[in-house]
Every structure is written in C-alpha cells, then in structure tokens.
C-alpha cells in the first residue's frame, strides 16, 4: 500500500500546458478520482505517474521515493486503460497472468493469484476464453483482474468504464468500489463522468486546463464549491447562475436580480456584507427551487416569479425550465407538481443554500 504526492509537477506539451504545477497528496488506501472536462490534464496526470510521460517540472513521490527517473515497470503500479489492450490470441487466465510470466513469478502463484483474482471478479467461467468470446463488461473485469494479479501499491484507471453501456457502468460502478473496499489498496481514477466521481470516490479533484482547482469530499464539492467553474461542473442540472447586485436596506441586505429580489438569511450576512453595493453571481442549485405546493418546511425561502417555458417527466422528478426575462433557469420539482408549460408561477428558492461568486475572481465567497 503507498501513499503517492505530485509536488509542483508540470508538463508541458511544446507550448501547451497540460498540467500546471500540481500540488497534490493520495493518501494510503485512498480512493481519489481526478474529474474534469475533456483536454483538462487528468490522464496526464495519471500516466507521469505511471512514468508512460515524462515531467517537465516537479517530483512525483510514491510512499515517499522519488520516482521522476524510475522505469513504469519498477513503480509498482497497475493501470487499467480505456480501451481493455486484451492480448486477443490469448486466453482470459494467460492474459491475466502475461505480466506476472515476464517477472518469472513462480507458476503455483501465477495459478493462486489469477484464480483469486477470478473469483474476486466472479469470472472464474470465463478463464478459458478469448477476448472476442467476452461482453464488454466481461472484458474490463479481466482488465481489472490483470491489473489486481500484480498487487501492486497503486492502482491507476483511465476512464476503464468509458466504453460500456449505462445500465452496465452503474454495475461496474459498484464493483469497482467494492473491490477497492476489499483490497485496501490506493485507487486513483480519472474520469468526466460527475456521477462516477461523486460516487466512487472518497476525495474528487477537480481540473481545468491543467490547473486543480478544488480538491475536497464529494458532498463539500457539491455543497462548497470553491469557484464558478466547480460550482457550474458538478451536480447534474448545473447550479442556476444570476447577474445580481447585493443591495443593503434597513439592516438587511437582498440579492437584486433586476426581476427579482431575494433577502439572503442573517447567518450569511457577516460574510456578504462587505459586498453591499457590488455586483455578484448569485448561484442556486435546481433542487433548492421548489414547487410553491411541495416546498419543504423550515426552510428561509425567497419568491421568484417565473414562466415555464419546458418541462421534463424524469418519473422519481420533473426538471421544469423557466424563463425570467430573457434568462432561463432549470428546478428539479416533486413529480406530484401540476405546472405546464406557459404557466407563470412564484418559485420557492431556498435561500439557505444560496451561493454567492466575486465577478472578478469567480471565487466563491464564504
């Protein structure tokens, strides 16, 4: 088991910057996903920790060693790529065991660790297969088993449940937690998909364009967004963004909208009074905007008066669109509501929840 730490590691592609002085630290047994858009550094992050790319600036530790210079072969490391690289003239259990053959391990631990790794997996009928003859997800468990026969001290996945459809990934989901649970080893995952993320993960990193931008719980990223981009990138609908003013009146103090004006609650007004009288992007998660009939009790609530403009039958919700002026806006509504598109009602926002952004900074403002 190890810990792994990225001191100031970046890397540069000619004049592209892929990862930009990355300060960050995995601990041992940690099961940390690294989650952003397309092009933002993720998997090469991963792969100069795997040594397939080589640093420009930085060290990378692994339980403390320096491993800027060692081969991939001798960090002790196992990766599960996208695409599955099954040797597809070999069989399910000499595919798993090809790696620990050129290390001349013993045949007897050969045979233990890859039927162990089989049974973990629960593929153990399809050890004398071929790739071609596997399901998808059949294919990414033998991925997973090639990598867990090397024991190694870190497991790195590369998007493994990319390229599986979505009743399966959710299958797979839970087997890669399950199995990171078992055998309490350090995972470090990539991914643009939230939901695994938010569900697989003990800590998430965000990145973007090379630069880590939160690094914190599922819940306190989706709660505590550190900027707009994570605020705006995790949760699906994204959080509601408003052009709004914080004007202060009679000891109060209102977000102003311009089309609306919503008190913020007194235990945030210490933190927001310096603000009086500036611009600041008011944020609002779609499950804070309520159905005025189905709002939750004992919640500060503020009105905004709206237009539906679509609406969205998910079965357990109903997604309803709004439109307020010429800005648009999505709630996530109890399935019970009656609202149809072309009806003006007054939204329920829970203020509590609120957030607000410096324009300037895009920081969060706590």
Same mark, same amino acid.
């Given at each position: ?5 990225y ?44 040594g ?17 210079? #060692?081969?991939? @072969? /001798?960090?002790?490391?196992?990766? $599960?790529?996208?695409?599955?690289? &099954? +040797? ?14 050129l ?34 997800g059949?294919r ?52 643009h ?11 998430? #990193?965000?990145? @973007? /364009?090379?630069?880590?931008?939160? $690094?914190?719980?599922?819940?306190? &990223? +989706? ?12 949760g ?31 235990d ?98 706590r």
């Amino acid at each position: 088991m190890a810990s792994v730490t990225y001191d100031q590691v970046t890397k540069r592609f000619g004049d592209v910057v892929a990862v930009n002085h990355l300060d960050m630290e995995v601990t041992d047994k940690e099961f940390l996903v690294l989650l952003g858009p397309s092009g933002c550094g993720k998997t090469t992050a991963l792969r100069l920790l795997a040594g397939l790319e080589e640093l420009t600036e930085g060290n990378i530790y692994i339980e403390g060693r320096v491993v800027n210079d #060692v081969p991939p @072969k /001798d960090r002790d490391i196992a990766m $599960v790529f996208q695409s599955y690289a &099954l +040797y597809p003239h070999m069989s399910v259990y000499d595919n798993m065991a090809f790696g620990l053959k050129l290390r001349k391990t013993p045949k007897d631990e050969i045979d233990n660790r890859v039927k162990e790794a089989a049974r973990i997996l629960r593929i153990e009928e399809l050890l004398d297969r071929k790739p071609k003859q596997l399901s998808g997800g059949q294919r990414q468990r033998v991925a997973v088993g090639r990598a867990i026969v090397r024991e190694p001290k870190v497991f790195l996945m590369d998007e493994p449940l990319s390229n599986l459809d979505a009743k399966l990934r959710v299958t797979a989901r839970a087997e890669i937690s399950k199995l990171h649970q078992r055998l309490e080893t350090t995972f470090i995952y990539v991914t643009h998909d939230q939901t695994e993320a938010m569900t697989m993960g003990t800590r998430v #990193v965000v990145l @973007k /364009d090379g630069l880590l931008q939160q $690094v914190d719980t599922p819940q306190n &990223l +989706y709660n505590y967004p550190a900027n707009l981009f994570v605020a705006g990138f995790i949760g699906s609908p994204a959080m509601n963004f408003f052009d709004a003013t914080l004007v202060g009146e009679n000891g109060d103090l209102y977000v102003d909208g311009g089309t609306f004006r919503l008190k913020v609650p007194g235990d945030k007004l210490q933190v927001l009074l310096p603000y009086k009288g500036k611009k600041a992007v008011f944020g609002i998660r779609p499950d804070d905007i309520h159905d005025p009939q189905f709002t939750p009790p004992n919640i500060t609530a503020g009105k905004i008066k709206a237009k539906v403009d679509v609406t969205e039958l998910m079965g357990n919700e109903v997604l309803a669109h709004f439109l307020i002026g010429e800005k648009s806006f999505v709630a996530r509504f109890d399935p019970r509501t009656v609202v149809r598109v072309n009806d003006t009602i007054e939204v329920m926002v829970n203020m509590d929840n609120m957030q607000i952004f410096d324009p300037q900074t895009e920081k969060a403002v706590r």
